[in-house]
């Protein structure tokens, strides 16, 4: 898989972007049955760089803070690293799509473009959350067995910071006392995630 898994904080005070381009995962797609997709697709999180500065050390810093956050700093015992080191979306459900099979979709450009609401969890530093999220897949090649697939998230996923337990810590993944009523003025709870991916199929 490749792709981008974007990141914004929006608030008054400041907007925090970050981008991570590392993933895992699988889908389980039936061109007969698109109602009946189901898998998971996995961002690392150690991969995570903020862009949210012109100057790249500020970045950098800020990129440190952030894995701090999520218990991925450099003193962080290895076990704790690994364990929050992704977050998963699983598909448990399509509750939606624009069409039932590929071959009811005309194919335009090369590729059959099918919108999707997708039901599922986000697992994220020890906490799972349901969430909704409408993707557009792109399928290239034949309608019954397509070679390519490229997912886009229509609207970002939202997620809360508080929710996941995601808070100012230090190398240790100490909690900072005192830091969070600072941040908290500059920093709003929601985080914005936006999808692109692509992928190859593995016809069974």
């Known amino acids: 898989q490749a792709g981008v898994a974007a990141f914004l904080i929006d608030a008054p005070?400041?907007?925090i972007k970050g981008k991570s381009t590392k993933f895992r995962g699988n889908l389980q797609i039936d061109p007969e049955n698109l109602m009946a997709t189901r898998g998971r697709v996995s961002v690392d999180l150690a991969d995570l760089m903020t862009e949210t500065f012109s100057d790249a050390s500020k970045n950098a810093k800020q990129t440190e803070h952030a894995h701090n956050w999520l218990q991925l700093g450099a003193d962080v015992p290895a076990n704790e690293r690994s364990e929050n080191q992704w977050v998963h979306f699983t598909i448990r459900a399509i509750t939606s799509a624009s069409a039932a099979k590929l071959t009811d979709v005309t194919e335009k450009d090369g590729k059959r473009v099918v919108?999707?609401?997708?039901?599922?969890?986000?697992?994220?530093?020890?906490?799972?959350?349901?969430?909704?999220?409408?993707?557009?897949?792109?399928?290239?090649?034949?309608?019954?067995?397509?070679?390519?697939?490229?997912v886009t998230s229509e609207r970002?996923?939202?997620?809360?910071?508080?929710?996941?337990?995601?808070?100012?810590?230090?190398?240790?993944?100490?909690?900072?006392?005192?830091?969070?009523?600072?941040?908290?003025k500059k920093i709003d709870d929601t985080v914005q995630i936006s999808i692109e991916l692509s992928a190859g199929t593995n016809p069974s």
């Open 115 to 150: 919108t999707l609401e997708a039901e599922g969890d986000v697992w994220l530093h020890g906490v799972a959350a349901p969430k909704k999220v409408k993707l557009m897949a792109e399928f290239f090649g034949a309608p019954a067995m397509p070679t390519k697939l490229h």
């Open 13 to 15: 005070l400041e907007k």
């Open 156 to 184: 970002p996923l939202l997620v809360s910071l508080k929710q996941h337990d995601i808070k100012p810590r230090d190398v240790v993944g100490k909690f900072l006392d005192g830091a969070l009523e600072k941040v908290g």
